[in-house]
């Protein structure tokens, strides 16, 4: 296990952030049986893997498609990722996370929510997306690549697994527990994302 390993492992976890989405996943699925809710959250955590997937091998070629630089990703993908991270603090994140599963809730039928809004916006999401591409385009060769893909796999099963244990764990948990362990994971998230940006204006200026 190797630094590459742990620096994107807790990069993808932070962003990804499985402690907060599966309390907002048992709202959701709060009218399924337990087989349609280990259903949903298994398909959507495939659903996010494909899409994660498919930006994290040809992201770069999308980049060079559009004649945008690496460092210019870079630093966007840091501000991105800082105001999610300021979300996370100040719990604006969850609140909106909340608002959406309460619209969805409030049909009467139980919703399929695997690829909306579980795959994507909340497990795929912006944020994931620019993540995946910031470490694929710093891991240099494909041992590397596997490392980061590997670390993307490692966080995807335990998204699945509280997804399924969704409403168990949020009993165990308490929301005043989900809460703090969202603000510290943003904090962790903001500096992560701060260093991006440094590394981006250190790479366009010469630095």
């Avoid at 994507?120 to 060769?141: F, Q, R, V």
């Amino acid at each position: 296990m190797t630094e590459l390993f742990l620096s994107a492992f807790v990069t993808l976890f932070v962003v990804i952030d499985p402690p907060g989405c599966a309390p907002i996943y048992a709202g959701l699925t709060k009218g399924a049986t337990a087989a349609q809710a280990r259903s949903m959250a298994l398909r959507a955590t495939f659903i996010a893997a494909i899409i994660l997937l498919i930006f994290a091998l040809f992201g770069q070629q999308l980049l060079g498609a559009l004649h945008i630089e690496l460092n210019s990703f870079r630093i966007a993908g840091g501000l991105m990722l800082f105001f999610i991270a300021f979300d996370m603090v100040f719990e604006k994140r969850t609140q909106r996370r909340e608002e959406r599963a309460e619209k969805i809730a409030a049909t009467p039928e139980v919703e399929d929510v695997s690829v909306f809004p579980m795959a994507m916006p909340m497990l795929a999401g912006p944020g994931a997306i620019a993540a995946i591409m910031l470490l694929m385009n710093e891991a240099d060769g494909w041992a590397e690549m596997s490392q980061v893909l590997a670390a993307l796999a490692a966080v995807l099963a335990i998204t699945a697994a509280a997804l399924v244990a969704a409403g168990p764990l949020i009993r165990l948990l308490g929301d005043k527990v989900e809460a703090v362990i969202t603000r510290l994971l943003g904090v962790l998230l903001a500096a992560l994302a701060a260093q991006y940006v440094i590394d981006g204006l250190k790479g366009s200026f010469g630095l």
